[in-house]
Structure formats: structure tokens, C-alpha cells
């Protein structure tokens, strides 16, 4: 699952907030808010899909760019809501 | 109010002089459905399609002076006209008809083209000075009523709309890619320019010659404001009355005609204004017509039957469903003649046929008034965002963003950060001229991507942002952040939007008249001399006009906050009911045809339409524009449009 994270994001992105540029022009660090590609609403797809999917819950506090303002902060996010609790104490 | 056309130099192709204006006013024929009329000179050709409401028995046009040297086509009102005849009666001018199209005959035998300046109205006409052998067109200030023009060839030709100028042997109408940009940009082209390449629009405010084969175009009138921190020293209470005292006069002169005059009823601030004033100025039965909608989100008849029952109007409201919507659209756009980003002219287009079917021709309506006194949320937005500019790292600041747009569900959903985010563009350079305008233009010009790769190497390194930079006027910078944010909004939305593709194209298309008290020009001046915190006072916007008018209306509509006219968009094409063109319009084959669009890029914001996924306003924005983009090719481009416009000819 962890592994497959980043391609589904970016095929998430590609599908819904870009009307044209290929998905190879994506990078994983690119803000999503300063190219345009997430609008008004976009964020609230973006976190539909994220807990949807990964079946998670976003809370209404990460809800903020640090977390889901590229490919690669929504990839860290998304790690750090999956990995079990415990495992992040040891770590 | 009426359809004008015609043309100076030689008849272009094998036609005759007659046959070509026939051609030409037929194709606005839906302007003035009462009677048609032309005139001919040598090298010279004048038509005009009459829809009748003053001087119903002799008002007929093309109209001459008492020598037949001057003869003139005009559409629209001259509102003083009663004040003008008596004035030029008084040195020695004979009157024949009661028309104000007379008026305009013998005020340029006085005054030649200065005559403009006396006139207060909706207008476009065409003066054919045979002495001189001159042709002189004019508009209006605000950019009422339309006027186009072209050069084929030796022939300068003009008309009400574009179709009488395709109707012209040798016209192919293109689509100009800079316009469609600006379109993408702005919402419409920046005039003279307009979406068809070689055909010009004269702007608001304008007067064209043609003489000598020559084109000469020169304002007689601009958009004036104070400068900064120079506005009128005023007491809200006299500027409350002085403004009453003003749109009582202005909706007075509107109630000048030989046939009845009805009113538009929003439910809104600014229709209820100019319904209260017809109802306590004049005896006249007042008679009030309305749209509502299936959604909460936009409807408001709520408000429309509070104000029905208190100014007691004989009232009817027409009922505008997705599918109607969907429906509409292609004759939305054929009357439109341009691509459009919103579908809210396509219930307007109702409306008007619901007026017209009620027996009425003219309508008064609010059109204007968030223009002029700071109505739209655009101008809390920029003051919001200056506010915060002073202190970009305030936490509190921005916090003022959520009072903006408590309309929109999908704005309002947004978390804090993002909120932030979008409005934040710009906020970096507060003396930028566009300031209050940069988040609506940068969204909409995301919807670029859609071009295809003709369109884009077309429009090569062009930027609207920096041409329409370059056509501001010089004391720009001088006025103050309202005025020049009003600046923005009533000098390109104002002309080309609301007043085209949401009034006249879509009242016109069913032969009604719309009146606007709010933007008759001393209105328009005295508002904009007015300072900016009567205006928009903190966050309330139309202040001065909630004062001026509070004595008139009922207290839930005199406080109402501002619910802008909306309607659904997207979702009016992909329902149950979808009309075959949206998916003809959007097919690979229709895309690859007209060349505007890239095809993948279509393909995909159409699966999403689709699939109920399309959100915010880029998709629905972007879907609407691509629609009504293919339509207008279709309809008015190349040889297809031909074939269909000879078929429409043939169908009558």
C-alpha cells in the first residue's frame, strides 16, 4: 500500500484538477495551490478521496497546505496517518 | 427599439443595393418585428428593423431632415427627446413626427456630431450626411444598445449585430484567438475588438466617421472619478437625497413610450428600487415580471413575492429548470454571438419571452446599480484583501474572508488556509492597477489550458493583463482602490457581459426593451463623484443607496445583502434530459472540426461532467465556455454556418 501511494495521488490529480498537461510534468514537490490546479473546491474532493480511499479520517486541523499542497506533502501525510500509532512512538 | 444596418461604397458581390440591406436587416429581423424600411443612395445603403414604441403612427425609419440631405437609422431611446425638440423648435427647426428619432435628425443639423453630448439614452444610430458624404455612428455612453462594423474591401458596412454583417457576400467569419483569450480572461473582449476577426464593436462612449474611405473612431464620453482622496465633501444625508431626487428623474424620462411599460422584479435591491420608484412616481398600473428557479441556491421568490405584496404589482414569474437551461443554450448563443463562461443569459432569454408573450415591449430593470455604488462582492473582496495586504502575517486579518460570497456553499466549505490561499494573489503588490481583480482573472484564465495547440501558438506570448495595462486611462493611477475596482467592473463586464450577452441579446431576442434608471449618466456621474465609505461603508455594500431608498421598500429588502443573479451551469447538460448537441458539440470530431480546443483535455472535463464529478467554478466555467465556444463556431464559422444560416433564412 505505502509504496503505491504516489502514483495514485498523482493519477488522482491528473484526473480531476488537470485539464491538459500530462501527468509527467506532475512533480512531486510542485505546489498544487501556486500552478492553479487545486480551485475553491478542489481541496474538499482532495480529502473525499484521501478518506475514501485510504480509509482514513482528515480532520478539519490538517486541512492546511504543510499537508496536502503537493504529491509529496499529501504522500508524507498520508504515511504518517497510516503508520500505527505505536510505530511512531518507537520511531 | 430596433435592429440598424448599412453600408457605404460599392454592393459587394452581384447584389443590388435593396437586396443586400434586405439580407442585412432580415438577419436581425427579431430586433424590430413591426415594420422595416431602407434607404439608398448612391454607394450608400440604410435599413432598419422598427420595433414601435414612440410615435407609433409616423416614427417610420431610415428618417430624413425636411431636404433629404441628412437621413438617419437608429436604435434605442432618446430619453430627453421632449425637452430636445422643444429646445431646437425654439430656434427654428420644423418637426414633422412626435419621434425621438427626429430628435436626433434635427440635433445634428444644429449641432453635427456634438449633438451626442445633449442626449440622454440607450443608443446606437447611423447619420448618412449626404452633403458632406459622411457617415457617422454612435453608442451610447454605457454601451446599451450595440453597434459592429467592418471593412470588405472598398465597403465599410455596420449593424445592431454581427449576423447582418455575415449576411454580406464575402464575409467569412472567423474566430479571433487574442479575443478568445481575453474571453478566457476578462469574460469578453476588450472593444473595439470582439471575437471575430476584422470585426470591430464601437465601444461605449464612442462616435465613429467614415468618410473618404476613412475610419475615425474618438470618445466623447469616459468614466470619470475623483482622485484619490478628493472625492465630493458630502453629508450622507444631502448625497442620500440628491441621489433619489436623481433616479426618480432618470426612471421618469424611462417611462417615456406610446406603449406599456413593465418591470424586471429580482427580489434584489437594486429591481426593487426601480419598481418602488415607477410605483410612487407615476399613476401607471404597474405591471411586474420575474424568473425563479428549482434550487434554493438561486431562486428568490421569496423576496420577489414580499415585494409584490408590498408595492402591490400585478406580477407573473416564468419558471427556468436545468433543462431549460440546456436547452436554450445554442439560441442563447446564437443571439450572444460569443462565447459565454456562465449560463445565466439563458433564463434572461426566458424572461423575455414571457414578457413578450404577456403583451409588453419595454421593461424597466436594475442593471447598474452594483456597478456604480459598489454592489458586487468583488469590491469587499479587494478591500478585504488590501486590509490584509497592510499586514500579510495578521492571523486575524484574513479571518474577514469568510464575510465575502455567503452565497456560494462551495467557498464557504473551504478550510481557512486554502481560503487564504486563493485570495492571496497579488496581495504582495497592493499598487498593482488590477489589483481587486487579480483572483477572479488568474482563475479564470486557468481555463486556457483547453486551447488547443493552434490556439496557443496563435496567441503566442500575448497577456491580456498587460494590454488591457496598456489601454487604461492616463489619470488611472490617480483614483482612489473603489473607483478604480468600479473602473475595471463597469467598463469591461458591465459593457460586455451583462449589458450584451445578459440584456440587450437576450431581451432582443424576443423584441423587448430593456431601461436601466441606474445607468442613465447623471446617475452614473454623480455616483461615481461620490466618496467611497458612502459607498461601501465597512462591508455594507450600496450603502448610500440603502439610505436614499429605505422610505420606499420593506426593511428585509432595504438591509438585504447582495445575492448576485446565478444559475446552474454544468449540470443543465449532463442531466436525464441532455439535448443531443452537447454531445455532437463535444465530440472528438466537433472539437477537431472548429480547432479551439484540445482534444484530450475536452474529453476529459467531459467524462467529469459526466460522471457528476464537475465542481467549483473552473469546471463549470470551463464547460460552459467550451460549449458555448463550439456552438458559436458551428453557428456563425466557416462553411457549416453558412449551409445553417441559409437554412434559418429559408425557415423565416
Not at chain 1, 504543510?66 to 497510516?82: A, F, G, M, P, T
Not at chain 2, 427599439?1 to 439580407?23: E, Q
Not at chain 2, 493552434?454 to 491580456?464: M, P, Q
Not at chain 2, 463550439?630 to 444560416?645: E, F, N
Request: aromatic share 8%; with cysteine.
Amino acid at each position: 500500500m505505502a509504496e503505491s501511494i504516489e502514483p495514485a495521488i498523482r493519477q488522482f490529480i491528473a484526473q480531476n484538477f488537470m485539464y491538459r498537461e500530462g501527468i509527467q510534468s506532475l512533480r512531486d514537490n510542485q505546489s498544487l495551490l501556486e500552478q492553479g490546479l487545486i480551485d475553491s473546491t478542489g481541496v474538499l474532493e482532495l480529502v473525499f478521496y484521501l478518506e475514501k480511499t485510504f480509509a482514513i479520517t482528515v480532520g478539519d486541523d490538517e486541512v492546511i497546505p504543510e499537508n496536502l499542497d503537493s504529491v509529496q506533502q499529501i504522500s508524507s501525510y498520508l504515511r504518517r496517518k497510516l503508520t500505527p500509532a505505536s510505530q511512531v512512538r518507537v520511531a | 427599439m430596433c435592429g440598424i444596418a448599412g453600408f457605404v461604397g460599392p454592393v459587394p458581390g452581384d447584389l443590388s443595393a435593396t437586396v443586400l440591406l434586405k439580407r442585412m436587416i432580415d438577419a436581425i429581423g427579431h430586433r424590430g418585428p413591426d415594420e422595416q424600411g431602407i434607404h439608398i443612395d448612391p454607394g450608400v445603403g440604410l435599413a432598419h428593423a422598427r420595433l414601435s414604441i414612440i410615435d407609433l403612427s409616423s416614427g417610420q425609419q431610415p428618417m430624413a431632415n425636411e431636404d433629404g440631405s441628412i437621413w438617419v437609422t437608429f436604435n434605442g431611446e432618446i430619453f430627453n427627446y421632449v425637452e430636445l425638440a422643444e429646445r431646437l423648435r425654439a430656434t427654428g427647426h420644423r418637426f414633422r413626427t412626435h419621434s425621438d428619432t427626429e430628435v436626433i435628425v434635427h440635433s445634428y443639423e444644429q449641432n453635427q456630431e456634438q449633438c451626442v453630448d445633449d442626449f440622454n439614452g440607450d443608443f446606437a444610430f447611423a447619420i448618412w450626411d449626404s452633403r458632406r458624404r459622411r457617415l457617422v455612428l454612435a453608442r451610447d455612453r454605457m454601451g446599451v444598445r450595440p453597434v459592429y462594423y467592418m471593412q470588405i474591401g472598398q465597403t465599410f458596412a455596420f449593424a445592431s449585430e454581427v449576423k447582418a454583417l455575415a449576411a454580406i457576400p464575402g464575409v467569412d467569419l472567423e474566430i479571433d484567438p487574442i479575443a478568445l483569450d481575453q474571453t478566457f480572461t476578462f469574460w469578453s473582449p476588450i472593444a473595439p475588438r470582439t471575437i471575430f476577426r476584422g470585426v470591430s464593436e464601437l465601444p461605449p462612449g464612442h462616435m465613429l466617421t467614415y468618410q473618404d474611405g476613412r475610419i475615425a473612431v474618438r470618445r466623447y464620453w469616459s468614466l470619470q472619478y475623483p482622485k484619490r482622496g478628493d472625492a465630493k465633501p458630502i453629508s450622507e444625508s444631502v448625497a442620500a437625497e440628491e441621489l433619489h431626487d436623481l433616479l426618480v428623474d432618470a426612471t421618469r424620462l424611462r417611462l417615456r413610450a406610446d406603449v406599456p411599460v413593465g418591470a424586471y422584479l429580482s427580489g434584489g435591491l437594486d429591481s426593487s428600487v426601480t419598481t418602488a420608484l415607477i410605483r410612487n412616481y407615476t399613476k401607471s398600473h404597474l405591471r411586474t415580471f420575474s424568473v425563479t428557479f428549482e434550487s434554493s441556491e438561486f431562486d428568490e421568490s421569496e423576496y420577489q413575492q414580499e415585494l409584490v405584496r408590498a408595492l402591490g404589482t400585478e406580477h407573473s414569474s416564468v419558471l427556468c429548470t436545468r433543462d431549460d437551461i440546456g436547452r436554450l443554450l445554442p439560441q442563447v448563443i446564437r443571439h450572444a454571438e460569443r462565447p459565454i463562461l456562465r449560463t445565466a443569459p439563458a433564463p434572461l432569454m426566458l424572461l423575455s419571452q414571457h414578457v413578450r408573450e404577456n403583451g409588453f415591449k419595454v421593461v424597466m430593470t436594475g442593471e447598474g446599480a452594483d456597478e456604480i455604488l459598489a454592489g458586487y462582492d468583488i469590491f469587499k473582496e479587494a478591500k478585504i484583501r488590501r486590509f490584509w495586504a497592510g499586514s500579510p502575517g495578521s492571523p486575524m486579518r484574513p479571518r474577514l474572508l469568510r464575510k465575502l460570497y455567503p452565497y456560494l456553499v462551495g467557498l464557504q466549505g473551504q478550510p481557512q488556509p486554502y481560503l487564504e490561499a486563493f485570495f492571496r494573489a497579488g496581495l504582495d503588490d497592493p499598487g498593482n492597477p488590477f489589483f481587486s481583480h487579480l483572483p477572479r482573472w488568474r482563475m479564470t484564465s486557468r481555463l486556457k489550458q483547453l486551447f488547443s495547440d493552434d490556439v496557443r501558438d496563435a496567441i503566442s506570448d500575448y497577456n491580456a493583463l498587460e494590454d488591457l495595462s496598456g489601454q487604461l486611462p492616463a489619470e488611472f493611477g490617480q483614483w482612489g482602490p473603489l473607483s478604480q475596482a468600479q473602473y475595471l467592473e463597469t467598463s469591461l463586464l458591465l459593457p460586455g457581459y451583462i449589458l450584451s450577452s445578459q440584456g440587450d441579446r437576450m431581451a432582443m431576442a424576443h423584441a423587448v426593451e430593456g431601461r436601466f434608471p441606474f445607468l442613465d449618466h447623471r446617475v452614473v456621474e454623480y455616483a461615481n463623484m461620490l466618496p467611497a465609505r458612502l459607498k461601501l461603508r465597512g462591508l455594507r455594500e450600496k450603502h448610500i443607496l440603502r439610505v436614499a431608498m429605505s422610505r420606499h421598500l420593506p426593511e428585509t429588502i432595504a438591509n438585504r445583502p447582495k445575492q448576485p443573479y446565478r444559475s446552474p451551469d454544468a449540470e443543465s447538460f449532463f442531466g436525464k434530459a441532455q439535448p443531443e448537441y452537447v454531445r455532437e458539440m463535444l465530440s472528438e470530431d466537433a472539437i477537431r472540426q472548429t480547432g479551439l480546443f484540445d482534444v484530450p483535455a475536452v474529453a476529459k472535463l467531459v467524462e467529469k461532467c459526466e460522471a457528476g464529478r464537475a465542481s467549483g467554478f473552473r469546471d463549470n466555467m470551463a464547460l460552459v465556455g467550451v460549449l458555448s465556444a463550439q456552438l458559436l463556431h458551428m453557428s456563425m464559422v466557416g462553411k457549416a454556418a453558412q449551409g445553417a444560416r441559409q437554412v434559418a433564412h429559408a425557415a423565416g
